[in-house]
């Protein structure tokens, strides 16, 4: 969707929580990371909130919210009707969510080779680059 909507972007920003699968301890979201940065020839830029604080995401606070509003009443009987309530939601300000039911497989368990890591593109900003870093295409 954002290919379609900005053909000539050349870098992607990504704001992610602390914790859990995308935490920046992760070593296997930075090795993802570094295979998207590579396929699409963009430059992300990771930016993750410090611990205790992703309710400071301004779009999943309004987002959430609404998505909660739209499926009030309504039983959540498949994971389709569940996409298909997101996927309807529109805020009174614009914004429209695009949903679409993901059947991949994604196997646990995987690990990243010290190897792997140490060959990410990654640059560390000089504020807290622990949580804020961009990762080139390599």
Known sequence: MGQALY????ELMITADCGGSNSYRAKLWKWELQQLANVSDLTLHICHFPPGTSKWNKIEHRLFS????????????????????????KTTTGL???????EGNYPTG???????FNSI???RN???????YQICPS
Do not use: C, M, Y
């Not at 000089?126 to 804020?132: A, D, K, M, R, V």
């Open 7 to 10: 053909p000539e972007a050349q």
């Open 110 to 116: 995987i690990q990243v080779s010290d190897e792997q």
């Open 121 to 123: 593109s990654i640059e």
């Open 126 to 132: 000089s504020f807290h680059g622990e949580w804020n």
């Open 66 to 89: 609404q998505i909660t509003e739209n499926w009030r009443s309504r039983p959540l009987v498949s994971r389709e009707v569940v996409v298909n309530l997101i996927a309807n939601t």
């Open 96 to 102: 429209k969510v695009n949903a679409v039911l993901d």
